[in-house]
């Protein structure tokens, strides 16, 4: 059976559930937590998502994800495939980290934010590793008892369904915690209630869907990235595929697998074929693509331009 596509909702509320792949860990110190922290507070500042809420288990991770007018999907695929080059590098490894496709539900934030809230702070209490939530570190239930500073979370959403005064919010809503001590496992916070990927009441659900737009977007064609890319480091199309190692024409195919996945446009997989390559040589230039983006601003804005000028055309 086909994957049905994930549902793009700006300003969409979203529980994203993340796990290591076999079941195995995803961290192995409190290092990979804390740059997994950093990875989710560039990600913030990159795509202009917020982070309501979250719980870093041993080998699986929840997130309250509130997005802007970049999808899900995108946000995600920059934490996975920037934690797990850290991971196989500091664990000395290759492969998969996690267990396929995140697992994302949009919820009705009217009727399920707190007590979501409340699942995802309560999860290591429910897993026997702690009494108190307050005494597992990695999670965002510290933050809003005001115990530790975390910039990068929001925290005013859940606190404005408390008291206005600071001091009555946190206990109020410590209060609110512990009164979920006793809840087990709930199956509609892991599969939703429409398909698994909503839940909500019919009348959030039926809202949803309707705001879908039926005429899907469909990403450029990879013609279009290879023209715009060619253009700009005036490269002619047609050594592209010709054997050699210049330098210009390397960088340029790496550029254009790269916008190619970036915008879903072809998998590396095609863009190999495309260029006549190995698929693997393709994959080791695009992560040097990657890399780059995230160090030097020049050329991040570079891409932004073309990204800009591949989607107008």
């Not at 965002?140 to 005064?165: A, C, I, K, N």
């Not at 512990?178 to 809202?207: A, K, M, P, Q, Y």
């Not at 002619?236 to 790269?258: C, F, H, M, P, S």
Request: hydrophobic letters at 35%.
């Amino acid at each position: 059976m086909a994957r049905k596509p994930r549902l793009h909702i700006p300003g969409g509320f979203y529980h994203v559930m993340l796990r290591g792949n076999g079941g195995q860990d995803l961290f192995f110190g409190d290092e990979d937590r804390s740059h997994f922290y950093l990875l989710l507070q560039e990600g913030i500042s990159r795509y202009g998502h917020r982070i309501h809420g979250f719980c870093c288990m041993t080998n699986h991770v929840h997130l309250l994800i509130q997005v802007s007018d970049v999808p899900l999907s995108k946000i995600m695929q920059n934490i996975s495939f920037r934690f797990t080059r850290w991971i196989n590098k500091h664990q000395k490894r290759i492969g998969h980290l996690f267990q396929g496709r995140y697992k994302a539900i949009l919820i009705d934030s009217d009727q399920y934010l707190l007590e979501l809230i409340r699942y995802i702070h309560l999860n290591p209490v429910r897993s026997k590793l702690v009494k108190n939530a307050t005494e597992y570190p990695w999670s965002s239930h510290s933050t809003y008892l005001g115990l530790e500073m975390l910039p990068w979370l929001t925290t005013d959403w859940v606190f404005g369904h408390f008291s206005r005064q600071r001091a009555a919010c946190i206990r109020q809503y410590s209060r609110f915690i512990d009164e979920g001590l006793g809840e087990s496992h709930r199956s509609d916070f892991h599969g939703g209630s429409i398909d698994g990927r909503i839940l909500g009441n019919d009348v959030f659900t039926e809202r949803v869907l309707s705001s879908l737009d039926a005429k899907t977007v469909k990403p450029p064609i990879l013609k279009k990235i290879i023209k715009t890319v060619c253009a700009e480091f005036k490269v002619d199309e047609n050594q592209l595929d010709k054997l050699g190692r210049q330098r210009n024409v390397t960088e340029v195919r790496a550029i254009i697998a790269y916008l190619s996945v970036e915008l879903k446009s072809a998998t590396l997989t095609e863009v190999a074929q495309k260029f006549d390559r190995d698929v693997s040589t393709i994959s080791i230039a695009v992560r040097k693509i990657e890399k780059r983006r995230e160090g030097d601003k020049e050329f991040h804005c570079q891409l932004e331009l073309m990204i800009n000028a591949i989607n107008k055309a």
